[in-house]
């Protein structure tokens, strides 16, 4: 399966790009071709121009200057995404990712004001998070980016696909055991997927 991993953390060496890299090696090690894509590394734009907006509805125009991301995609059977939450939200590079790739004639069609869905060919999803708060706090905050994950991207994919959502809290008390064991449960979860 051709799986796409979605990566927005700026630190090469941060504990989110040993998730991103224990999550391409185990999803590798079992049989899948992984596209994985470090927005940060491969220089994504995520600002949403004037001329982004202004193009938005027109298919296929709106794809002109991410073409290949919304090719990339379309390509996917499986999808993950590995990033940290940011004030109990996805940090700004990954919304970014979303807003301009996320396309109406990529990820969805909209005819008479009727959304139809167009990502059904993703067969399976999981997110891979950290947060620096505890799972407390962002539950008492609604936990934003595990309804978006949950909600609105599994109601895009394929009826009824497996999503997983693997979330290590309280980053700002973690300790080298609860890291560790936390990088381990990834690569096994992926390992499965």
């Given at each position: 399966?051709?799986?796409?991993?979605?990566?927005?953390?700026?630190?090469?060496?941060?504990?989110?790009?040993?998730?991103?890299?224990k999550?391409?090696?185990?999803?590798?090690?079992?049989?899948?071709e992984?596209?994985?894509?470090?927005?940060?590394?491969?220089?994504?734009?995520?600002?949403?121009?004037a001329?982004?907006?202004?193009?938005?509805?027109?298919?296929?125009?709106?794809?002109?200057l991410?073409?290949?991301?919304?090719?990339?995609?379309?390509?996917?059977?499986?999808?993950?995404?590995?990033?940290?939450?940011?004030?109990?939200?996805?940090?700004?590079?990954?919304?970014?990712?979303?807003?301009?790739?996320?396309?109406?004639?990529?990820?969805?069609?909209l005819?008479?004001?009727?959304?139809?869905p167009t990502?059904?060919?993703?067969?399976?999803m999981?997110?891979?998070?950290?947060?620096?708060?505890?799972?407390?706090?962002?539950?008492?905050?609604?936990?934003?980016?595990?309804?978006?994950?949950?909600?609105?991207?599994?109601?895009?994919?394929?009826?009824?696909?497996?999503?997983?959502?693997?979330?290590?809290?309280?980053?700002?008390n973690?300790?080298?055991a609860?890291?560790?064991?936390?990088?381990?449960?990834?690569?096994?979860e992926?390992?499965?997927?």
């Amino acid at each position: 399966m051709r799986v796409l991993v979605l990566h927005s953390h700026p630190q090469e060496h941060s504990f989110g790009r040993a998730l991103y890299h224990k999550t391409c090696e185990s999803l590798a090690k079992a049989g899948h071709e992984v596209d994985g894509c470090n927005l940060y590394e491969e220089g994504f734009d995520p600002v949403l121009s004037a001329r982004d907006r202004d193009i938005y509805h027109t298919v296929p125009d709106n794809r002109e200057l991410v073409d290949n991301y919304c090719e990339r995609l379309l390509a996917a059977e499986g999808l993950v995404i590995c990033t940290p939450v940011w004030n109990f939200g996805f940090p700004a590079m990954l919304k970014g990712y979303f807003d301009r790739v996320w396309l109406p004639g990529v990820s969805f069609h909209l005819e008479d004001g009727t959304l139809t869905p167009t990502l059904r060919h993703i067969r399976k999803m999981a997110a891979v998070m950290t947060y620096g708060g505890s799972r407390w706090r962002a539950f008492l905050v609604g936990d934003p980016p595990r309804k978006v994950v949950n909600r609105v991207i599994r109601a895009q994919i394929k009826i009824g696909a497996p999503v997983k959502y693997l979330a290590h809290y309280d980053m700002n008390n973690c300790t080298p055991a609860s890291t560790g064991a936390f990088l381990e449960k990834v690569g096994k979860e992926m390992e499965r997927f």
